[in-house]
């Protein structure tokens, strides 16, 4: 505008000279002005004409800059020291959601979030300070009261025009801050997520860690377990050893490892490879277990007997085959023996049988009455088995006897019969009796001393008069029986023991039993096979034979003396109560010139012990001892006789325990 006016003052200046110079011109000259003036009005037309038109183009160019400011994608604005705002764009107040004219004049620390206010006095304090450009961060306030996230960028002016203002850019990163709270969000989650994975993954790892190593514990201890057991284990793939414990190689009597990479089949008897390799097939195919039972091939050259079981497994993420084996040589053996064994005996039993009928004696037994046929066949029987086997009947039935045939008839006969009368031990002295003592285990003890259960040991024990045995000694005996071991008094290791029982008595046992004087358990254990042998008056039939077999046994001639009819009958009226026992000894004595006697035994119950000292039963002279012993016996059988063989009554009579009678019996044969 200010241009124009001056324009025209210098026009209307020149218009003046001109006016001048014009009154002094011609009018050619006048004509050619007026020629130049109208080209030069033309002239001016144009560039006036150009200069309107850039004008407008300023004005074009002018409404654009102010449009680009005013709706910048981001927000501007100005402001002094003070942060009163002199200049915002529209896109600020679009931003803080007020009007353009409202932010004009306002403080710009009114838009700015109260915990930021610090920050953004820091921010302008700097700014001022240093004069450089500055950036942060920070919240300004909608007027909806949320919150927007912006990034501030401010330069102070220096120019001359706006020197000391503050021009400031102003970017909304709200939608970012929210993506990256978003993402942070996430990031965090997943981090979390992530770190529980990490510790999942680590307890896992851990898990692992452990688990491997116990299974390698356990693998260990399973190799360590699996090289110390007894039984044989042998792993086998392809067809060959991958792996054999030391019990397996040394079953096969080889070096540990020797049989490692060697095919099963190899020590394996060539008549049962057939077998076991079928076995193996099928446990192959079949997956299920199965035992087998074959000859093995010892280095030993030895008879091997091994039993086994072959089973499906996987060895080294292969199938397998496992295979556990035992020998069982010494037991297969041994069934071995006791088949053929049993085979014997059935025939022994079926030849014994077929002429039991007419059977007149059976073994060092006679007699052949129906009675002791039945004891023949239960000794039979009896002989046949391991089990403890219980004999009853009175006095001189002959017990022992009976005991001594199964015994001899047993698998044992080879092994000891060892006969105990248990009503002739001392108290005091069954457990020394029984398991032996060291010398100086209690006093008296002057040498060693094996017991029995060693000295029957693989035999027989025969437990006579078993009624006598006391309740502690019982206990003691059972656990023998049982355990098979003991310990002999005085000494600390064990002993082995594998004998038989047969035990007998003339008392009532089942009578014992119930007045609790054999224990319940120890009846059990011994009860398990009993014999009855009928005395001999309910056998009278057996007297001829009996009669015979001693006449014999005792005369000693090839033709032995006969009996005259009238002995006979007086022997067949008598009722026996020493059963054969008497019957030998009256037989003996008859045979040896002294009178029968038997009317008078019999009756006689309270006689007082007789001398029978004719001169025929004289004994002869010779050492006192002898003549002592001799003279003793005759006194022990008389009593005997007189008391109907009751070896109670018997001992009374002669005033001595019935332990010291039985004793004295045994030690004078009278058995
Ligand atoms: N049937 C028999 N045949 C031949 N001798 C027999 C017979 N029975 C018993 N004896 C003989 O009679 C004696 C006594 O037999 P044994 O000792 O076996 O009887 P016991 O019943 O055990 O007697 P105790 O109960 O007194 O111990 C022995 O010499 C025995 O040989």
Redesign the pocket.
């Known amino acids: 505008m200010d241009t124009l006016i001056e324009f025209r003052r210098k026009m209307q200046d020149n218009l003046h000279v001109t006016t001048s110079i014009v009154s002094h011109m011609n009018q050619e000259e006048i004509i050619t002005l007026i020629h130049e003036l109208w080209i030069r009005q033309v002239e001016l037309d144009i560039e006036n004409e150009a200069f309107r038109h850039a004008q407008h183009e300023l004005e074009n160019s002018l409404q654009y800059y102010a449009d680009l400011y005013n709706f910048a994608p981001m927000g501007y604005c100005a402001f002094y020291k003070d942060g009163i705002l002199v200049n915002a764009n529209a896109t600020l107040a679009d931003l803080l959601g007020v009007s353009r004219e409202s932010v004009i004049h306002s403080s710009i620390f009114h838009y700015v979030v109260q915990d930021d206010q610090p920050l953004f006095q820091q921010y302008l304090q700097e700014l001022f300070a240093t004069k450089l450009p500055q950036y942060c961060e920070l919240r300004l306030i909608h007027v909806s009261g949320s919150h927007i996230y912006v990034q501030l960028e401010s330069r102070l002016r220096h120019d001359e025009r706006y020197t000391g203002q503050c021009w400031m850019t102003v970017s909304n990163m709200t939608e970012r801050k929210q993506t990256q709270e978003k993402l942070e969000g996430l990031v965090r989650q997943q981090s979390v997520e992530l770190s529980m994975t990490a510790e999942q993954l680590r307890e896992e790892a851990e898990r692992r860690k452990r688990v491997g190593e116990a299974l390698e514990e356990t693998e260990r201890q399973y190799r360590m377990l699996a090289q110390n057991v007894a039984d044989g284990i042998g792993i086998i793939q392809d067809c060959r050893f991958v792996f054999a414990n030391t019990a397996l190689c040394l079953l096969f009597g080889l070096p540990e490892g020797a049989l490692l990479e060697m095919n099963p089949l190899d020590v394996i008897h060539a008549e049962y490879q057939a077998d076991v390799e079928s076995i193996l097939n099928e446990v192959e195919v079949s997956g299920a277990s199965e035992p087998f039972l074959a000859q093995g091939i010892p280095s030993t050259g030895k008879t091997l007997w091994i039993e086994g079981e072959f089973r499906v497994m996987d060895w080294k993420e292969r199938p397998a085959i496992l295979l556990t084996a035992k020998d069982i040589t010494e037991h297969k053996l041994h069934n071995i023996a006791l088949e053929q064994e049993q085979k014997r005996l059935k025939k022994e039993i079926t030849a014994l049988k077929s002429s039991m009928k007419e059977r007149y004696r059976f073994g ?4 052949k009455s129906a009675a002791m046929q039945e004891v023949y066949e239960q000794a039979l029987k009896a002989a046949a088995t391991d089990a403890s086997v219980f004999i009853y ?1 009175e ?7 009976i005991a001594r045939t199964i015994h001899d008839m047993s698998k044992r006969r080879d092994q000891k019969f060892v006969p105990v009368n248990c009503g002739a031990i001392p108290e005091n002295l069954f457990e020394s009796e029984f398991f032996g003592h060291r010398r100086g285990a209690f006093t008296g003890a002057i040498r060693d001393k094996q017991g029995l259960f060693a000295v029957a040991h693989k035999g027989t024990l025969f437990l ?2 078993l009624g006598e045995l006391p309740a502690a000694m019982q206990v003691k005996l059972l656990r023998v029986l049982d355990e098979g071991e003991f310990t002999p008094i005085g000494e600390t290791s064990v002993k082995k023991t594998d004998v038989r029982i047969i035990a ?1 008595t ?1 008392r009532n046992l089942e009578d014992l039993r119930r007045r609790k004087i054999v224990r319940e358990d120890f009846f059990f254990r011994i009860h398990v096979f009993t014999i009855t ?1 009928p005395p001999l008056r309910e056998r009278k039939e057996d007297i001829p034979l ?1 009669l015979e ?1 001693f006449v014999r046994r005792f005369s000693g001639k090839d033709a032995p003396p006969a009996i005259p009819g009238n002995i006979l009958d007086a022997l067949q009226h008598y009722d026996w109560p020493g059963n ?2 008497e019957f ?1 000894n009256v037989i003996q004595r008859y045979l040896s010139g002294q009178p029968l006697n038997l009317i008078e035994t019999k009756k006689e119950e309270t006689a007082k012990p007789r001398l029978m000292l004719d001169g025929k039963t004289r004994p002869k002279t010779g050492e006192f001892q002898e003549v002592m012993d001799d003279f003793e016996k005759k006194i022990i059988l008389e009593v005997l006789e007189q008391h109907r063989w009751n070896k109670s009554k018997t001992a009374a009579s002669l005033g001595i325990p019935r332990r010291t009678l039985y004793r004295k019996m045994e030690r004078y044969g009278i ?1």
């Open positions: 060092e037994i006679i007699g009947g006095s001189g039935t002959g017990k022992e006897l006579d008069e007998a003339n042998v009996l077999y054969v026992r030998q058995m």
